[in-house]
């Protein structure tokens, strides 16, 4: 008998371990979860399971279970799993070179600017420059712009240059100034350099910074690579794995390639080159470049400057000052690249902010567009919009590039900006999503917080971080919670060429996702900012843990 039973047992073991055999081996299998594939369905699922950097199978606990089994298992706990975040328009560079300068950021006052200023310089006292980013005097109980006096007067002999907050305009101490022989009477298109009384106040708008900028030493390729792996670790953090990045020179082209090639950057990038005429026909020639972590298919042109310091382009001039701001670039230049790169392979993505600045973009794309689908040109911030202009994305599938927390961080100084007919067709995302079909999300980082879920919550509740205004601003222009994720997500892969490879959790696809300790798509709108990163995985490896 216990013969028997001793062959029953083997059989059965014989039968299990067959059995386990016949499984197909995977690198990861994550279970128990509640998965937003953001597939053509918006369907949820259990489980997925993940070979060679790749979703292969994404399905119920008990089909993935049974039929692979994999070197690592995680069991979610019914946590949120969602498609890698991407953000469709930010400053990867922009963010690295910010965490090493004075931040500025909600600073109520001059008095705090420099307290900020002095507390940075005390901290880092061999610096040849003193640089710094953030300050917004929209916030301040005199919201004009700032002179550089108190600058002057606290640091005489280091030249200082802090930028504000949208990165059109800047202040200038006199020692920057004298440096970059900067002069009263100095004038150049597409910029300002202000003065009053005929005596420079420090103020630079748009093509202005660059007279000052050109003089700030770089820094060495060395310290620019740690910066960059700390700017990767931060993205990690809120769950971003694929970048868009808004406007890179040829350097930091360059730099990119050598650092995907030695597997220095783990997270992805989808790199805009800055628009330089005369390089232009040479990077044409050369052709897009494309690879599971670094794709160079896109050129940025910036069209004009930020609302935020009257320099976005508008039709009418401003309802609290007489100008109406300028282009960057005149319209037959950018008529002459626009046209050089509708016969290329090439995308393009303009920054155009002001309702003058859109319209001119709108008309010189769908002319040079016309009868070339799937070309994915995109408007970026498409901001202010004249009311017969939205028609215009429709005509040659043009994609909005929206970041939604610009509608909640100007909202309590645009009335004043626009006035109130205006600002009717300003921040319309709802109204750009019907006419273009996809709208792609994104953060302008670090103008904004590089977290999406800040973007999320703007998009779907237009409230601040104090869930202010009750019932939203222009609540008739939010998105719905799908839209926004999609936004963030699979549009997004679309709006850079890449929704055959991620922005979904689909088999087949590059396996980045992340996981949140709470569901987005369910909690109280109140709560969605304070929801944390879980962990990040980018190819299926964790890069991030909390």
């Known amino acids: 008998m216990n013969r028997l039973i001793s062959t029953a047992l083997l059989l059965l073991i014989t039968i299990y371990m067959s059995a386990c055999n016949n499984k197909l081996q995977v690198d990861l299998i994550v279970h128990h979860a509640k998965v937003y594939t953001v597939n053509a369905d918006f369907s949820t699922e259990e489980a997925f399971a993940i070979k060679d950097g790749k979703f292969i199978a994404v399905g119920k606990n008990d089909d993935i279970l049974k039929k692979y089994s994999g070197g690592k298992i995680v069991n979610a706990e019914n946590r949120a799993i969602y498609p890698g975040f991407y953000d469709a328009h930010c400053h990867f560079f922009g963010l690295a070179a910010g965490m090493h300068q004075v931040n500025l950021v909600d600073v109520a006052s001059m008095d705090e600017l420099v307290a900020r200023v002095i507390a940075f310089r005390s901290k880092y006292p061999d610096d040849a420059w003193i640089i710094g980013h953030g300050w917004d005097q929209n916030k301040w109980k005199n919201k004009e712009f700032p002179d550089n006096s108190r600058l002057n007067e606290t640091f005489p002999n280091v030249p200082v240059f802090l930028e504000r907050i949208d990165g059109h305009a800047a202040l200038a101490n006199d020692k920057a100034l004298t440096i970059a022989d900067v002069k009263a009477d100095k004038y150049l298109a597409g910029g300002l350099v202000e003065q009053k009384n005929g005596k420079l106040t420090g103020i630079l708008v748009d093509n202005a910074m660059n007279l000052v900028q050109e003089k700030i030493p770089s820094p060495t390729p060395e310290k620019m690579v740690t910066m960059l792996k700390e700017a990767e670790k931060a993205c990690f953090s809120v769950g971003l794995t694929t970048l868009a990045d808004a406007g890179l020179e040829k350097e930091q082209i360059e730099l990119l390639h050598d650092l995907y090639r030695r597997k220095v950057l783990t997270i992805r990038e989808y790199a805009m080159i800055m628009l330089n005429p005369s390089t232009l026909d040479q990077i044409l020639k050369k052709g897009i470049f494309k690879s599971e972590s670094l794709d160079i298919r896109s050129f940025k042109i910036v069209g004009d ?242």
């Not at 046209?339 to 995308?347: E, G, P, R, T």
């Open 305 to 546: 400057g930020a609302l935020g310091s009257r320099g976005a382009c508008l039709l009418q001039s401003y309802s609290d000052a007489p100008t109406n701001g300028f282009l960057l670039r005149s319209p037959q230049e950018l008529d002459s690249a626009i046209k050089k790169i509708a016969n290329s392979d090439f995308q393009l993505n303009v920054h155009a902010i002001g309702d003058s600045a859109n319209r001119l973009i709108l008309n010189t794309f769908n002319k040079y567009l016309k009868g070339k689908p799937n070309k994915r040109w995109r408007i970026e911030h498409a901001q202010v919009i004249s009311p017969g202009d939205f028609e215009k994305f429709s005509l040659s599938s043009l994609i909005p590039s929206i970041q939604p927390t610009h509608a909640t961080s100007d909202m309590n100084w645009a009335l004043e900006r626009l006035g109130s007919q205006r600002l009717k067709y300003a921040y319309a995302y709802k109204q750009l999503l019907k006419k273009a079909g996809k709208v792609a999300l994104g953060s302008d980082f670090p103008v904004e917080d590089i977290n999406p879920l800040y973007g999320f919550h703007a998009a779907v509740a237009r409230t601040d971080k104090n869930n202010q205004p009750v019932g939203g601003f222009q609540i008739e222009n939010a998105l719905s919670r799908e839209e926004a994720l999609k936004g963030m997500t699979i549009w997004a892969a679309y709006a850079c060429f890449q929704e055959d490879a991620r922005g979904s959790i689909e088999r087949n696809k590059l396996a980045d996702f992340v996981v949140l300790e709470n569901d987005i798509m369910q909690s109280p709108l109140n709560e969605i900012r304070n929801v944390k990163v879980n962990a990040t995985y980018v190819g299926g490896e964790a890069v991030f843990k909390r």
